[in-house]
């Protein structure tokens, strides 16, 4: 009966520093750093098709200082490159999709208003589709 008193008092003890913040150092919740990333964010879909055709979901909305998921969908024969530009034609985001495959990425878009996204093959920027992407205040 000793011995097994001793036993879940000791059992106790470490079961009870399991989890404490305080040795490891790690930040509660509230206090992580901005560039952490959720587990779902938002997410943009473009797709590319066979024949080149370039379309998007219909949600392209975005807030600003959240993270978004980007994803490039590409069924060409060529390589294709999304660019998200702030309301100022500075860059965001780019990310690139090789023939057949896909890209993709996250972002945070800082700027409140409208973003452009520009889709075209790799190299041929003259040649894009555009798509406007709504950031709001969060």
Same mark, same amino acid.
């Given at each position: ?9 000791? /059992? *106790?003890?470490?079961?009870? !520093?399991?989890? @404490?913040?305080? @040795?490891?150092? *790690? ?8 560039? #952490?990333?959720?587990?779902? $964010? $938002? ?7 066979? #024949?080149? @055709?370039?379309?998007? !979901?219909? +949600? /392209?909305?975005?807030?600003? =200082? ?10 060409? #024969? !060529?390589?294709?490159?999304?660019? /998200?530009? #702030?309301? +100022?034609? +500075?860059? %965001?985001?780019?990310?690139? *999709?090789? *023939?057949?495959?896909?890209? +993709?990425?996250?972002?945070? $878009?800082?700027? %409140? =208003?409208?973003? %452009?996204?520009?889709?075209? $093959?790799? =190299? ?11 950031? !709001?205040?969060?």
């Amino acid at each position: 009966m000793v011995m097994m008193l001793a036993v879940c008092v000791v /059992l *106790a003890g470490v079961l009870s !520093s399991c989890g @404490q913040e305080g @040795q490891t150092g *790690a930040a509660p919740l509230g206090e992580r750093a901005e560039n #952490d990333v959720p587990l779902n $964010p $938002p997410t943009l879909r473009f797709h590319v098709s066979a #024949d080149g @055709q370039v379309g998007a !979901s219909p +949600d /392209l909305e975005a807030e600003a =200082g959240e993270v978004v998921a980007i994803v490039l969908e590409n069924e060409s #024969d !060529s390589g294709y490159e999304l660019r /998200l530009l #702030d309301p +100022d034609g +500075d860059d %965001v985001f780019a990310v690139e *999709a090789p *023939a057949g495959e896909r890209g +993709d990425g996250r972002a945070m $878009p800082r700027d %409140v =208003g409208t973003h %452009v996204v520009e889709v075209h $093959p790799t =190299g041929e920027q003259g040649a894009a589709e555009e798509f406007l992407v709504e950031v !709001s205040e969060t």
